[in-house]
């Protein structure tokens, strides 16, 4: 079956520009990650969504970061005002719900900020 | 911070080695999962072990999990080529998903 997307696969913005990053979740799955990757490091999180419950945004590095879940399904990721150091991939991730939580990743959206 | 830790960083073995990768944490955990990355995009599951489990085999892959000491392994025997790849280790507890900072495998043929 389909497996999680993620658009678009690279994007390259001006610094300050604002964008958006979008995750297909597998259908069905009521549990979404996003996570950002810089280059040669671990996975670092950055919110998580379950099923209808107030998402935990505790990872979310500034304001500047935000992400929305439509529907319970489509999540996209918004970085305004877009800084180098944003330039990383940014992976998105979900999984059924239940106490074991196993993880289905996206190829990821690379983001170069020049 | 919570985050998990795998050592080694990096690890550089010849084909038909085994490689061993160790992981540890920092919270009660309901489970530990590894997963594989290649080439910096999206990972993908191994195994899982849970938190009542002590070993877990699967294919060439084996899993052990010491509660006691907050850590785990992964060995990967008669290690190939194919098996390059960054190993990363994360842990569940409440709604949280910690990942480490991986551990980087080079097998040489």
């Known amino acids: 079956g389909a497996g999680v997307s993620q658009s678009p696969s690279n994007k390259v913005t001006e610094k300050g520009k604002d964008v958006e990053l979008r995750c297909d979740p597998i259908s069905g799955h009521t549990a979404l990650y996003w996570y950002r990757q810089s280059l040669g490091q671990g996975l670092e999180f950055l919110i998580y969504f379950q099923g209808n419950s107030a998402p935990d945004k505790s990872g979310l590095p500034s304001d500047r970061f935000s992400a929305e879940r439509t529907g319970g399904s489509v999540s996209t990721l918004t970085i305004q005002r877009t800084q180098q150091e944003d330039s990383a991939v940014y992976l998105c991730a979900s999984g059924p719900s239940g106490e074991y939580r196993e993880q289905y990743f996206g190829p990821g959206t690379r983001l170069t900020v020049t | 911070s919570q985050q998990g830790e795998e050592d080694p960083q990096a690890l550089s073995i010849q084909e038909g080695e085994n490689a061993t990768m160790n992981c540890s944490y920092k919270?009660?955990?309901?489970?530990l999962q590894w997963y594989r990355q290649n080439s910096g995009r999206g990972l993908v599951h191994l195994i899982l072990i849970r938190s009542n489990e002590r070993e877990k085999h699967s294919g060439r892959l084996r899993v052990t999990l010491d509660t006691s000491k907050k850590s785990s392994s992964l060995l990967i025997t008669a290690s190939r080529a194919a098996d390059t790849a960054s190993y990363f280790c994360?842990?569940?507890?409440?709604?949280?998903?910690?990942f480490g900072a991986g551990t980087r495998l080079f097998v040489k043929a």
């Open positions: 994360s842990n569940t507890g409440g709604f949280k998903t910690i």
């Open positions: 919270t009660s955990i309901n489970n």
